[in-house]
């Protein structure tokens, strides 16, 4: 198995007053740096989905990918990016992280691997929510790429609507002091960020 991961920054950050939220800054670097630290050491390559700012992502040295289907579709179309680049690379399967949400595991790709399943998502559990799905957390087979691309020509646009047609598994990580998927949507998300990194440094 060899593993690309995809940084997952295409979306238009339509709640985050029109700046690319994936460049603001949290505790001194880029959100989507923190993405990067926590899930280069995982992976076996690296890219990073984005469809703006290329020359902003540019000095973080990592290949740049696009959609290859235009419309701005969503996550499913910056995971089918990942699953051709994969393709054309040698990789077998793509892990995908979403790059506003800078607390999620260091064990991702290790508690996502199971190759029983063509895909593996990530999900929370606490006494209160047993069933919190993350899906653009996920571990990916590429031989889904044609699957992929037929379904988003179609009307096919959410991420789980496309993981339950094939062979898929939640895996669980306990919800403790903070959801470990908490993602950034909001300026007041960054304020709650910063909140989460100043208690976990005391």
Known sequence: ?????????????????????ALLSLAGSPLVKHTIDRLENQVDGLVINVNQ???????????????TIGGHLGPLAGILSGMNY??????THVITAASDT????????DKLFDETFDITV?????????N????????WSVKLRSSLHKALSGDIRKVMAF?????????????????PFFN???PSDMIDAEWIIKREIK
Do not use: C
Request: aromatic content about 10%.
């Open 86 to 91: 994969a393709s054309a690379h040698n990789y």
């Open 163 to 179: 993981v339950k047609l094939n062979k898929w598994k939640a895996i669980e990580w306990e919800k403790k002091d903070n959801d």
């Open 102 to 109: 800078p607390f999620f595991p260091l064990n991702l790709r």
């Open 122 to 130: 990530a999900k929370t559990i606490s006494e209160v929510d047993k």
């Open 184 to 186: 950034i949507n909001t």
């Open 53 to 67: 700012n290329h020359n902003q992502y540019e000095k973080f040295n990592f290949p740049l990918i696009s959609d």
């Open 132 to 139: 919190n799905l993350h899906p653009t957390f996920g571990l």
């Open 1 to 21: 198995m060899k593993i690309l991961g995809i940084i997952l920054a295409g979306g238009l950050s339509t709640r985050m007053e029109g700046q690319d939220k």
